[in-house]
């Protein structure tokens, strides 16, 4: 009799543990898809070559190279780029007002004019030795 008891108690708690993970996981989806931006065609090609959301990625030559920039970069401040020459696609997956631009200087200084949000461009980096990510 203890057994069944116990059994039962253990099976009342483990079905009331299950209901609340799954409305704790229901809303925080639901928070969590209220809080992202509008997806746009732009972003939805480029997760398909390579760049996760948030990220500016480089990749060598004029395309996408299969999905497998050279570099990404998450963060906000001055990326160091390395050996790299000749024409590289840049893509700003980042969102909202975040930009990226190519620099001359390893520093993050003589930079050009920004990569927008969403969009890619193709960089001459013969002369570029870091990227610098910035907010407005």
């Not at 059994?7 to 969590?32: C, N, P």
């Not at 746009?40 to 959301?53: F, I």
């Not at 000749?86 to 003589?110: I, L």
């Amino acid at each position: 009799m203890t057994s069944t008891r116990t059994r039962t108690r253990l099976t009342a708690v483990l079905a009331s543990l299950a209901l609340s993970l799954i409305t704790l996981t229901g809303l925080s989806s639901t928070a969590q898809a209220a809080e992202a931006p509008a997806a746009t065609s732009d972003d939805v090609t480029a997760s398909t070559h390579g760049c996760p959301r948030g990220a500016v990625c480089i990749y060598p030559g004029e395309g996408w190279n299969g999905g497998n920039p050279t570099y990404i970069f998450y963060s906000y401040g001055v990326h160091k780029v390395y050996d790299q020459w000749g024409w590289h696609r840049v893509f700003n997956n980042q969102y909202g007002r975040a930009y990226a631009s190519a620099c001359k200087n390893g520093n993050g200084t003589q930079c050009r004019l920004p990569v927008m949000p969403g969009t890619w461009s193709n960089v001459s980096m013969t002369l570029i030795n870091s990227f610098w990510l910035f907010t407005e």
